[in-house]
């Protein structure tokens, strides 16, 4: 079982910046993807960004076009978490921000919801114009 806990969201001006975090808990594998996700109003949930794992190393990181060069995702291994640092913030980028894991074996992170095995509540972010 893995528990995983985002913080970081809040209200922000079009052009800001937030951080967000991921704190994870529980039993992981030695090999596993992580990532963040986010459902806008009325929207479907979509894929932001991701790492993976191996042995410890983060071995991959993929980023959605929609983000590129404005969200960046990292990660600390000794406090088992996960961050999303986001820039130059668009009205657009409002929605809850998912924290997830998936355990499966794939060689990079899926891009689809479906896939991952554990997900954070979320954590709010609204952008104003």
């Known amino acids: 079982q893995v528990q995983l806990l985002e913080s970081g969201g809040g209200l922000v001006q079009a052009g800001g910046s937030l951080k967000l975090s991921c704190a994870a808990s529980?039993?992981?594998?030695?090999?596993?993807?992580m990532g963040w996700f986010r459902q806008g109003p009325g929207k479907e949930r979509e894929f932001v960004a991701a790492?993976?794992?191996?042995?410890?190393?983060?071995?991959?990181?993929v980023v959605a076009d929609s983000v590129k060069g404005r969200f960046t995702i990292s990660s600390d291994n000794a406090k088992n978490t996960l961050y999303l640092q986001m820039n130059d913030l668009k009205p657009e980028d409002t929605a809850v921000y998912y924290c997830?894991?998936?355990?499966?074996?794939?060689?990079?992170?899926?891009?689809?919801?479906?896939?991952?095995?554990?997900w954070g509540q979320g954590t709010q972010v609204t952008v104003s114009s």
């Open positions: 529980g039993r992981t594998a030695s090999r596993y993807h």
């Open positions: 790492i993976s794992w191996s042995g410890g190393t983060v071995y991959a990181a």
């Open positions: 997830a894991v998936d355990l499966g074996t794939t060689s990079i992170p899926a891009r689809v919801p479906s896939l991952y095995d554990y």
